[in-house]
């Protein structure tokens, strides 16, 4: 079967833009942007294209996990677990994965994007009427349109790039969330149905932050080996431990100093990675 690829909805949406009837209110702040809750959930979609390399279909499902702020408040941290599937022209199937992910977002009373909006409005087609924070870039060969959504993040992305030598272009969009209940578009289902496997266990380490200890669960089982490897901000190993409470998965970390640490659990001749903060 010939590939369908979307080619139209990039028109559509900046057709949208332009005749849509500007509210004028003030611009979002980067929290009320990012505001989520544990339980809800985010469907996207979105293509890619670039010269050489072709197109690449992809289709991705966020599930908020948990949720909490730094110990000076300035900084929200969301714990994401991720189910990703892409079909590209050099690989002509579904490929799937899912992760565990750590995201952060700062300077939380700012404007979004720093200020730079060019319209604050909401439309009732579009999102169930949430505030939409639109920011438009275009120069020479480059051009740029986002929709920072209220609550929901990234609502758009387009973006297109030609210099003659180089062409890539791409968009992505929520096809469907549902926050307490509240939904919005037609959910996407994602199933590994791959002849390929690229699925990852998922790692969860808890409490994230924490002062003294954190626990690790994982999905492995009947391990004999297990090593754990943490890293600073810079990637610098800083700790290496092979003997721990593999009972409840305990590791100790009153000797660190804080900060945010990347850490590597490998078990057998698998290896997983997830984030935690060390307040």
């Not at 790692?203 to 297990?226: A, E």
């Not at 190993?237 to 990347?262: A, H, P």
Request: overall charge negative.
């Amino acid at each position: 079967m010939k590939k369908k690829y979307i080619t139209t909805l990039s028109i559509f949406f900046l057709t949208v833009f332009f005749i849509v009837t500007m509210s004028g209110q003030e611009i979002s702040t980067v929290e009320e942007i990012y505001d989520f809750e544990i339980g809800d959930e985010f469907h996207r979609a979105g293509n890619y294209y670039m010269i050489y390399e072709g197109h690449t279909l992809w289709q991705q499902i966020d599930e908020i996990i948990d949720k909490f702020y730094s110990t000076t408040g300035d900084t929200l941290f969301y714990s994401i677990y991720r189910q990703y599937s892409e079909y590209t022209d050099e690989n002509p199937s579904w490929q799937y994965y899912d992760t565990t992910i750590l995201e952060y977002y700062i300077n939380l009373e700012l404007p979004i994007n720093d200020g730079d909006i060019d319209s604050v409005y909401s439309d009732s087609l579009w999102f169930n009427g949430r505030l939409i924070n639109s920011y438009e870039y275009s120069i020479y060969w480059e051009y740029q349109l986002i929709w920072f959504v209220e609550g929901c993040g990234q609502g758009y992305h387009f973006f297109y790039y030609h210099d003659g030598m180089v062409h890539f272009e791409g968009e992505s969009w929520i096809v469907y969330f549902n926050k307490n209940g509240e939904e919005y578009g037609e959910p996407i289902v994602i199933t590994n149905n791959s002849e390929f496997d690229f699925t990852k266990p998922e790692i969860i380490v808890y409490p994230n932050p924490s002062l003294d200890k954190i626990f690790i669960k994982h999905r492995i089982n009947n391990s004999k080996n297990q090593k754990i490897e943490i890293f600073n901000i810079q990637g610098q190993l800083v700790e290496r431990i092979t003997k721990f409470n593999k009972m409840n998965n305990c590791v100790d970390i009153t000797k660190l100093q804080s900060g945010i640490y990347f850490l590597r659990l490998t078990l057998d001749s698998k290896i997983l990675e997830s984030k935690f903060i060390k307040r």
